[in-house]
């Protein structure tokens, strides 16, 4: 061998033993562990959405607090339903008895702060028990429309198919009819009582709910966590019931504080026409009452007009914080 062989030889043993030096060992799985930080993430059927649902309820709550208008229709609407639970202790006798002098003026008697209508009987003690009637068919027609709005919708929605075209043309047959009229022949076919106001509200009521949540539920039935649900096994009626409509409640909840306020006004359009429950008193008959006497006692009409306008004013209010707060639009500008 030459002296330049061994040169080259040596040269190369050199830099073979400088590369093994500087060379990087493989992790060893036993002792380093993966280098890939994703293959400890968790399974996806492990997560809980507690978190989530919690953290999303508690900055829709904070958004919906930091609206003054919202705080002033729930201060107000809470102010109605303290007035109508205290209305049998401070005026235990029946509102429709006649106490008083005829035709006093709210201010003229220290007994009646609110005066007396052409009948003497208290317009303060009226409009106290008038708020419990006016409450209640607001809030039970808007329940009943609820629950057979959302079934109805929910399962035309989730179904599709001939269940979605049988009940879109169930809905359809209600929204041809004029709302007001079919409510005014509902009552004027039945014999006119609370129970029956509130059920006929409730029937013109349900099919603007069936169409809301027929939309939502179609807009939902095909994201991936319904689809997921679909591939565990799960029912249709856990599907629908415990992944589809918590997620379409936002607008729901909305448009059902609408509900109550226009359930309120159609009682009160009711009473005023005379279609109410003679038996009660109500906001809407004191104005049917004093409607002859606009020009004379103009108190009589302008006292329980002025409580549902304040009322659906304040429905109306909280309808509008629980959309800023709800809407995913509004909230992810904040």
């Known amino acids: 061998m030459s002296t330049t062989d061994i040169g080259n030889f040596n040269s190369l043993a050199a830099g073979r033993q400088a590369a093994a030096e500087h060379e990087v060992p493989a992790p060893s799985a036993a002792t380093d562990g993966p280098a890939w930080s994703n293959m400890k993430a968790p399974d996806a059927r492990s997560q809980q959405s507690a978190a989530v649902v919690i953290t999303n309820g508690r900055r829709a709550l904070k958004v919906f607090l930091s ?3 919202a705080l002033f229709g729930t ?12 209305a049998p202790i401070l005026y235990p006798d029946d509102p429709l008895s006649m106490v008083g002098r005829p035709f006093l003026w709210p201010g003229q008697n220290s007994a009646f702060p609110l005066g007396t209508d052409s009948l003497g009987r208290d317009v303060l003690a009226g409009i106290l028990h008038g708020s419990r009637i006016s409450l209640f068919v607001g809030l039970m027609a808007t329940a009943l429309g609820l629950t057979f709005g959302v079934l109805v919708g ?6 599709g198919g001939w269940i979605d075209d049988v009940l879109v043309r169930l809905i359809e ?3 041809t009819l004029p709302s007001f009229v079919l409510l005014v022949v509902l009552v004027a ?7 029956t106001v509130t059920l006929a509200i409730a029937i013109i009521s349900w099919p603007t709910v069936a169409r809301l949540t027929r939309a939502e539920f179609r807009a939902i039935r095909e994201k991936d966590y319904v689809v997921a649900a679909r591939s565990l096994g ?4 856990r599907i629908i019931f415990r992944e589809i409509l918590p997620n379409a409640l936002p607008p729901i909840i909305v448009t059902s504080s609408v509900m109550v306020a226009t359930a309120i006004l159609m009682e ?3 009473s005023f026409m005379g279609l109410g429950d003679p038996n009660v008193v109500s906001w809407g008959s004191m104005i049917g009452t004093g409607r002859e006497l606009v020009r004379t006692a103009w108190y009589l009409t302008a006292l329980p007009g002025l409580a549902i306008v304040f009322t659906v004013l304040a429905l109306n209010l909280i309808g509008d914080g629980l959309n800023d707060a709800l809407n995913p ?4 500008d904040r």
């Open 67 to 69: 609206n003054p208008n």
């Open 75 to 86: 201060a107000f609407l809470c102010f109605v339903i303290i007035v109508a639970l205290i």
């Open 154 to 159: 929910s399962t035309a929605g989730y179904f």
């Open 173 to 175: 047959i209600f929204q």
């Open 189 to 195: 076919i039945a014999q006119p009582s609370a129970t």
């Open 234 to 237: 799960y029912g249709h009626a």
């Open 268 to 270: 009160s359009a009711l």
């Open 329 to 332: 639009r509004f909230s992810q």
